[in-house]
């Protein structure tokens, strides 16, 4: 059994780019959760895709957004990158959207 | 709207000392709660909820409704207890979190 991997753990980008993360959810589990953990604060729930639908959404402008594929892994995308996108994104992935999620190890975003 | 307070961003303890984790939160209903923790250079991960009532790694946490508190509590750190705590509450398909304490145990 597999944990739930994210790429590239680290990235720099610069401020008006756009940014694709990945995220390959542990095996048997049909929803992941993305989550953006700025420096300091606790993990923002960014959105939630299940059986490769968004399935929830957190206060995060249209510039994030996501997709999941029918294996279940999933794509972060945030066009239009700006200075305070830097941070940690956390992808978690679960058998349905109340049960345990796991974590990944994160992505590390740094906008210059 | 739900929340979740942790009051203490940093808390330091000697070995073999009670170490008490705070969390408060906001919530209308019968909520549920979990710890999660980060150790150094892992991935966040779940240490224990409220309605499983096991003590996990010599942690346990009470759900107090009327002072809306799950304080995480061990009655003798270890070092190997140094880490990030998140106290955090599910809200229909999102975990909302706290922002986090980190606990030091020296030795």
């Known amino acids: 059994e597999t944990g739930v991997t994210q790429s590239p753990t680290h990235l720099i980008k610069t401020r008006g780019q756009q940014v694709t993360l990945r995220c390959s959810s542990q095996?048997?589990?049909?929803?992941v959760s993305w989550y953006q953990q700025a420096l300091g604060q606790g993990p923002q729930f960014i959105f939630q895709?299940?059986?490769?639908?968004?399935?929830g959404r957190g206060n995060f402008p249209p510039r994030f957004s996501g997709l999941q594929f029918p294996n279940y892994s999933s794509e972060l995308n945030v066009n239009a990158l700006e200075l305070d996108d830097s941070a940690l994104y956390l992808c978690a992935s679960s058998l349905g959207g109340h049960t345990e999620a796991f974590f990944g190890q994160g992505t590390r975003l740094t906008v210059v | 709207a739900q929340r979740v307070t942790q009051p203490e961003k940093l808390l330091s303890v000697f070995k073999g000392a009670p170490v008490e984790l705070k969390c408060n939160y906001s919530?209308?209903?019968?909520?549920?709660l979990f710890w999660y923790v980060q150790y150094s250079r892992q991935r966040l991960q779940l240490l224990l909820r409220?309605?499983s009532r096991e003590s996990i790694k010599g942690f346990t946490a009470d759900l107090n409704k009327g002072e809306t508190s799950f304080h995480l509590k061990k009655p003798f750190a270890q070092e190997e207890d140094s880490a990030m705590y998140y106290c955090a509450l599910p809200k229909s398909e999102k975990l909302v979190f706290g922002k986090g304490t980190k606990l030091t145990v020296n030795p």
């Open positions: 409220h309605i």
């Open positions: 095996s048997g589990h049909n929803t």
């Open positions: 895709y299940y059986r490769e639908e968004e399935n």
């Open positions: 919530y209308s209903g019968s909520p549920e």
